[in-house]
């Protein structure tokens, strides 16, 4: 247990049947403290991503809030119920995060014992915009910066948070390339191209651009949160940034771009499989798959 127990934790008496079984409870005394102890473990002990770290130290923040502080089995169950009605990939985040904070950072791997993910139905999340729903969640952007993201996403199939941390550097403008540097334990970024009804959009907003800042894009949070809000009003259909990745990976499987490939574009593939094709010849090779099959947004 991190820092002096008497501050972070006290022993309390629980129920019969938890006594009996040895499961133990305790009080967080200090419950910012403690999350932002466990969110400095995530990203040194833990080398977690700088998002994965934050959505670990919210998970947790929300749950000791939840219990006043008090941690045990029945508190965590408690804490569950609501995200049984969420999607199941919801609810495994949520059972991800608390592992990490009650196992390994707080070391009582007892209280986790027997959580376990739920079941992902294969054809989860499968519904998607259609090509006119598509365009009507375009029409509504009110930014060249707006459009430029929008279209980016949807031909790149880039994450969002890749997209967000890109910087010019990462683009070849002449060749529409992308090379994310999102390389973390569990993801990594692959080689990937935008179209040409982005490249319209892209150039329209970087030459209208004010500043030195050399992120590719500079819209904060909140505005990327907005913009996904008003392109869903008017498609009349949910459309995220992930809708768009699924929708990318779907469009290119539809076209017949062999799987391996696919996965190069959306940063699946095995690092030694991604060198072959980070640069010559094999960089050209991708560069000729995505440019056949030429899929538009609004077209």
Same mark, same amino acid.
């Given at each position: @247990?991190?820092?002096?127990?008497?501050?972070?934790?006290?022993?309390?008496?629980?129920?019969?049947?938890?006594?009996?079984? *040895?499961?133990?409870?305790?009080?967080?005394?200090?419950?910012?403290?403690?999350?932002?102890?466990?969110?400095?473990?995530?990203?040194?002990?833990?080398?977690?991503?700088?998002?994965?770290?934050?959505?670990?130290?919210?998970?947790?923040?929300?749950?000791?809030?939840?219990? *006043?502080?008090?941690?045990?089995?029945?508190? !965590?169950?408690?804490?569950?119920?609501?995200?049984?009605?969420?999607?199941?990939?919801?609810? *495994?985040?949520? !059972?991800?995060? +608390?592992?990490?904070? @009650?196992?390994?950072? +707080?070391?009582?791997?007892?209280? @986790?014992?027997?959580?376990?993910?739920?079941?992902?139905?294969?054809?989860?999340?499968?519904?998607?915009?259609?090509?006119?729903? =598509?365009?009507?969640?375009?029409?509504? +952007?009110?930014?060249?910066?707006?459009?430029?993201?929008?279209?980016?996403?949807?031909?790149?199939?880039?994450?969002?948070?890749?997209?967000?941390?890109?910087?010019?550097?990462?683009?070849?403008?002449?060749?529409?390339?992308?090379?994310?540097?999102?390389?973390?334990?569990?993801?990594?970024?692959?080689?990937?191209?935008? *179209?040409?009804?982005?490249?319209?959009?892209?150039?329209?907003? =970087?030459? #209208?651009?004010?500043?030195?800042?050399?992120?590719?894009?500079?819209?904060?949070?909140?505005?990327?949160?907005?913009?996904?809000?008003?392109? #869903?009003?008017?498609?009349?259909?949910? !459309?995220?940034?992930?809708? =768009?990745?699924?929708?990318?990976?779907?469009?290119?499987?539809? +076209?017949?771009?062999?799987?391996?490939?696919?996965?190069?574009?959306?940063?699946?593939?095995?690092?030694?499989?991604?060198?072959?094709?980070?640069?010559?010849?094999?960089?050209?090779? =991708?560069?000729?798959?995505?440019?056949?099959?030429?899929?538009?947004?609004?077209?």
């Amino acid at each position: @247990m991190r820092g002096s127990p008497g501050e972070i934790r006290t022993p309390v008496c629980g129920s019969k049947a938890q006594r009996s079984s *040895n499961q133990a409870s305790f009080v967080v005394k200090d419950v910012d403290w403690v999350v932002s102890d466990f969110w400095q473990h995530c990203k040194i002990e833990e080398r977690l991503s700088d998002k994965v770290s934050r959505d670990y130290k919210n998970v947790a923040k929300r749950f000791l809030l939840s219990c *006043n502080g008090e941690v045990s089995r029945q508190s !965590i169950r408690e804490f569950l119920k609501p995200y049984l009605l969420k999607a199941p990939k919801t609810y *495994n985040n949520i !059972i991800d995060a +608390l592992k990490a904070f @009650m196992k390994r950072y +707080l070391q009582k791997t007892e209280l @986790m014992n027997g959580f376990k993910h739920t079941h992902v139905p294969s054809n989860f999340e499968r519904h998607l915009p259609t090509k006119e729903q =598509l365009k009507k969640g375009f029409e509504a +952007l009110e930014s060249d910066e707006e459009r430029a993201v929008y279209l980016f996403i949807a031909t790149t199939g880039l994450r969002r948070s890749e997209v967000k941390n890109l910087t010019k550097d990462d683009v070849d403008f002449e060749t529409r390339c992308v090379k994310a540097k999102h390389d973390t334990r569990t993801k990594r970024a692959g080689v990937t191209f935008y *179209n040409k009804e982005c490249e319209t959009y892209l150039r329209r907003y =970087l030459e #209208t651009r004010n500043g030195d800042n050399n992120k590719l894009f500079t819209m904060s949070y909140r505005q990327f949160y907005l913009m996904w809000k008003k392109v #869903t009003k008017a498609a009349e259909f949910k !459309i995220t940034s992930q809708v =768009l990745r699924k929708w990318h990976s779907t469009m290119l499987g539809e +076209l017949m771009v062999p799987d391996r490939f696919v996965d190069i574009f959306q940063g699946r593939a095995p690092k030694n499989v991604l060198a072959k094709h980070y640069t010559g010849k094999g960089l050209a090779m =991708l560069k000729r798959i995505y440019d056949k099959v030429a899929f538009g947004v609004l077209c």
